[in-house]
């Protein structure tokens, strides 16, 4: 999608450890504008009549997940990253690994807000090591659902996640696969 | 508001220890079209031209700010929640005891996003004790930024947090405010 790829040339920052620095407009301050933009994309990437649900994880992939579930006339569901070991019933749970926090982490979603009869397209702000989607993948098996699709703004193509879900036959459309970064040098895959 | 006191009213749960459940519209499920209407009446209740960005902090707050941000068509920032001591910088801090994980929070910011040239109405889903949105007039005040004012879906009236923001003259807008909560007998104050 050429607006964003755009603006991740224009403003995206490379950082050591292959960090790609876009909080001016995606992660900390948010082009909401850029994300409505976004979101007719999945639209057109996602044409199913049968979505019921757009599920993200909290935190930084609810703005888009919000405006996308309202492109797609929808409610959004987030799943929440457990703050401790005193987890409540009624939640499919799923446990990934954090590369940005080096430690695992739960995610968690009551199981009344996503059901058997759910049509469930996954939408998320980055994917790089896939870790996140697979524990959203996994919530989505457990509670019966079907997933749609998984729509993520900006896939780090260097990185496993990606390769690793289209594997599983997984429909999985982003909207800027980055397949190399340094600094002044961002490479798109064509 | 009258739609989102009906809603509440109608799907809200009221758990012991004065916890006001709204996870099925508003923060974990989320009921984008009742968001959108929620912006619309900030619009209403701060007219002001001259504002320049939404203000919230991770997690729940971000899906109306988002929302809110396009209805006043200017960009959305978030603080986040520190999850470690280790803070790189150019960034405005301010610690908040958290009443949900018992335990002080840092709220961060980068300087780059907020400027003494902002002016900033801070937006977020629950108001109780008060401590996230001290927090966040505490960060625009480090930024030298102007605060407009202070939206909240929901404050819960029976808790000191929206008493000590108006003792300090901030313009302080709830769309609901819970005087009392018992099961099947929540009442708004008028």
Redesign the interface.
Known sequence: MQPLKDRIRAEGRVLPGNIIKV???LN??????L??AMAKEFRLLFPQKDITKILTV???G??L???A??VFGV????A?KA??DNIEGGLYQSDIYSY??KKKVTLLM?K??LTPHDHVLIVDDFLANGEAIRGLIEIVEKSGATLTGVGIAIEKGFQPGGKIIREKGINLQSLAIIESAEENNIVFRE
Do not use: N
């Open positions: 909080d001016g407009f900390h301050q948010v082009d909401v504008q994300l409505r909290e935190a930084s609810i703005a997940a919000a405006i579930a309202e409610p959004m569901v987030f929440k703050k401790s940005t926090y009551s009344q807000w």
